[in-house]
């Protein structure tokens, strides 16, 4: 018996795809998830179509767009699944893995031109394109530098926290 794999385009072309953490929708921790009934009434709320249902809760897949933090998906959640008011951000940042092609000398500033916070700038460098720097505070993790990556290289880490550094 052939089972079906679902795979996005970018995943298909590099020749599988990644084992992803579970991302929730925003104002979603995974200790929430334990109310969630499985009714996908969030995936059909959402107008861009980043939520799907995985293993029957759902998960963030930012491969084909970004987050809005319109709170559609929790206006329609029958659960209390969604923290109270719709969270503005992720607990996630984005970074920027070493396969940026700016680091490999070709000019690329895409993750930024997408960027609604401005969390992404390039620094100059001598001698060649230049280099990405997140400003993590700026990042709410929406995922819109995630989708028009062309190396697909942007990948998702927790957020620093004041308590980390105390």
Do not use: W
Request: glycine share 10%; aromatic share 6%; with cysteine.
């Amino acid at each position: 018996m052939m089972m079906e794999v679902s795979l996005s385009r970018r995943d298909f072309l590099r020749g599988g795809q990644k084992n992803r953490p579970r991302i929730c929708p925003p104002g979603v921790a995974l200790s929430d998830l334990a109310a969630c009934s499985g009714c996908a009434k969030c995936v059909e709320a959402c107008p861009t179509g980043i939520i799907a249902m995985v293993g029957g809760l759902p998960s963030v897949d930012f491969s084909s767009g970004e987050c809005t933090f319109c709170g559609k998906c929790a206006e329609a959640c029958p659960e209390p699944v969604f923290a109270a008011p719709a969270a503005q951000h992720f607990d996630h940042v984005m970074a920027i893995g070493e396969g940026c092609l700016a680091f490999g000398n070709i000019d690329c500033q895409a993750c930024r031109d997408a960027c609604p916070t401005e969390a992404i700038r390039f620094r100059p460098r001598r001698g060649g394109p230049f280099v990405p720097e997140l400003i993590e505070q700026a990042c709410t993790g929406c995922g819109a530098c995630v989708s028009v990556c062309p190396a697909g290289v942007i990948e998702i880490r927790e957020a620093a926290t004041e308590m980390q550094y105390a």
